[in-house]
């Protein structure tokens, strides 16, 4: 007899009960509506009987004769269309003197049909090698009685009865489960989930949109439902994202008050377990090359994310373990949990503080107002972090190396921050390096106005623009400190909405200009 979780078992056609070496007896009864050709399925809307192999015995397309018809040629049968989502009911009977098994189903409601569906002679105690033990009428499952408002509400119901009582056997249900409480009965669409689109999943549909696709499957729950409502707009936001640096939004489902998040699979784990050598990936160390590329594809994301969607997206969480790998070791950032979305000309407003600390821009603690510049801070750390291999906060370590921006701030003040660069990289380009680690730590400016946008990182780090020479104390409390070199917003715009050169503003743009013959810092490929 099978186990509830057989070693060494495979899923999909081998239904998480054996393999392509198994030679185990099992006997299986499914209900199946994905057509595998290789299965020699007869289409995608079958039941079968299945003996010690994926295979069928004996299979017939869904459905059911009148329950007054004796003779199957008197009445040919109704079709059923097992993923409607219409509650049905099924009986597996076995006669053990005439050595038949029988299944039959029917909607929910109608009488048992005096035809089965499929009758097929078969010897079960060599199946499941013996006699059974006897039935415990306390286990046998049973439907709760539902009132009406809550009988129309969508979902797979099955009621099981047994002929005889003399030998039971086990059945276990394959490719779609009916015997799972598919009474997605709080499946209903309610009014406002139809403003969203079709992004939406079925629960009762998600194992089939899964089935031989790579995804991950995340569980959300949410309180109110005025509190889903909100998170499911902003999911339905994310899934329309389309950037090569951005982890897709395959779609979703609400199962009362839960969320299923179905996302791309990315096998290398996140930034963080790569960067620090854990998981999946442990003993391999990153390149400073391969660094670079992810720096860049952060980078790219995010000023996908500021100004070149729809919408503007703040994602408020820039952290290693929230961009993931893949097997090519390019950057995809992934958990918009916290994300919100903007349009552009809007301000963002107060909400709560939400971010990691270590990463966290120290505006947030004062405005609680998340925009496009508290993540370009969570970015810079993030460049400081890649580039030298230390937590933004390192406990262990004394007073000036407690904190990673603060360290690096002073090797640069001392003329030394390539000091700051990961003492394990064999070799690095030393003026990627101090682009890096500068660029970083002006992203990290405790004035947000000072900082970058995600444009003019991304074009730093391509070597499309020149970053200029920064002053020793870069930090400094008084922004005149670099009085030329500044995004600066007169008209107290969000400074995280890009802005070109103008006779009232200092831009990146006029000041390339004006440093174009002094000392500069290049990227090369």
Sequence with gaps: MPTKRPKTSLANQY????????NGQILAVEFDVVQNLELQDINDNHVGIDISSPISNISEPAAYYSADASDINDNRNNSIILKSGKPIQAWIDYDSKEMLINVSISPRGMLRPHCPLISFPIELSSVIGGRPQDLDPRKVPFLKTRSRE????????????????TLVFLVIIGAIPIVRKIGDGDENLKDWESEYGARRFKYSELFSAARGLEVAIKRVSSGSCQGMKEFVAQITSMGRLRHRNLVQLHGWCRKEDELLLVYD????????KLLYQDGPLKGKKLTWDQRYKILTGVAQALLYLHEECDQRVVHRDVKPSNVLIDEDLNAKLGEFGLARTYEHDIKPQTTHIVATLGYLAPELTRTGKATTSTDVYGYGTLMLEVASRRRPIEPQNNAKELLLVDWVRELHSQGEITKAIDP???????????LVLTLGLLCCHPHPDYRPTMRRVVQFLLGDAIL??????????VPMAIPEYSDSFPDDSDPSCLRMASSQSNSFTSFDKKLSSGSTTRVTF
Excluded: Q
């Design 468 to 477: 200029p020479p920064l002053p020793r104390d870069i930090h400094l409390e």
């Design 424 to 434: 394990t990289l064999d070799n690095y380009h030393s003026g990627e390096a101090e």
């Design 265 to 272: 699979y990315v096998p290398s784990g996140s930034l963080d």
């Design 15 to 22: 239904l998480g009960l054996s393999n392509d070496t198994s």
């Design 150 to 165: 809550v009988v129309h509400r969508k979902g797979f119901a099955v009621g099981i009865t047994l002929a005889s009582i």
